[in-house]
T-cell receptor, first 111, second 115 residues
Framework: GQQLNQSPQSMFIQEGEDVSMNCTSS?????WLWYKQDPGEGPVLLIA?????ELTSNGRLTAQFGITRKDSFLNISASIPSDVGIYFC???????????FGTGTSLTVIP | GAVVSQHPSRVICKSGTSVKIECRSL??????MFWYRQFPKQSLMLMAT?????????EQGVEKDKFLINHASLTLSTLTVTSAHPEDSSFYIC???????????FGPGTRLTVT
């Protein structure tokens, strides 16, 4: 299956700082989803993006669907300790209804 | 809404035995369910896509005779790991989506350990 590259691989930030991470692919995707996963649990859906250029917010989270349709970005503003976890992007290609996941960004927030 | 459960949450089995994992959508009808596998500190790898009432579509490199998937109803899909070996030990996660919607909602995962 396809795999999407996420960067950075890990981040260590102070509480209150803003966070940016991105996801890139060599293929075009029709839909992007962003998830957060805590250890030993299933991923939880944060934001869904459906068209190129779309910018969507969910509380302190903002995500964008890149205009090339090959990338997506997630920003977290004013980070708090409970933001700790691994963030995954997931992209849906032109064919089929499956999603492929990014390599993940591990976020650590230092109080 | 959009709650997905998995059972069991943890299972330990002996090499050579088979293990069945259930995935249920509790408050919606899941026309499509997906099965993923995740190794420690790694991403989710899609194993197969399962549409209700039809055979699952497996990703390249996933043995369909080893990982049997059944999606007999709109709220239940099962993954059976047949003749399990230690290298099958992993975290297996299912997700479900509704007809006409792209979003996938994940179960809490099942930790399989084969001894």
């Amino acid at each position: 299956g396809q795999q999407l590259n996420q960067s950075p691989q890990s981040m260590f930030i102070q509480e209150g700082e803003d966070v940016s991470m991105n996801c890139t692919s060599s293929s075009i995707f029709n839909t992007w989803l962003w998830y957060k996963q805590d250890p030993g649990e299933g991923p939880v859906l944060l934001i869904a993006l459906y068209k190129a250029g779309e910018l969507t917010s969910n509380g302190r989270l903002t995500a964008q669907f890149g205009i090339t349709r090959k990338d997506s970005f997630l920003n977290i503003s004013a980070s708090i300790p409970s933001d700790v976890g691994i963030y995954f992007c997931a992209g849906q290609p032109n064919t089929g209804n499956q999603f492929y996941f990014g390599t993940g960004t591990s976020l650590t927030v230092i109080p | 809404g959009a709650v997905v459960s998995q059972h069991p949450s943890r299972v330990i089995c002996k090499s050579g035995t088979s293990v069945k994992i259930e995935c249920r959508s509790l408050d919606f009808q899941a026309t499509t369910m997906f099965w993923y596998r995740q190794f420690p500190k790694q991403s989710l790898m899609l194993m197969a896509t399962s549409n209700e009432g039809s055979k699952a579509t497996y990703e390249q490199g996933v043995e369909k005779d080893k990982f049997l998937i059944n999606h007999a109803s709109l709220t239940l899909s099962t993954l059976t790991v047949t003749s399990a070996h230690p290298e099958d030990s992993s975290f297996y996660i299912c997700s479900a989506s509704r007809r006409g919607f792209y979003e996938q909602y994940f179960g809490p995962g099942t930790r399989l350990t084969v001894t």
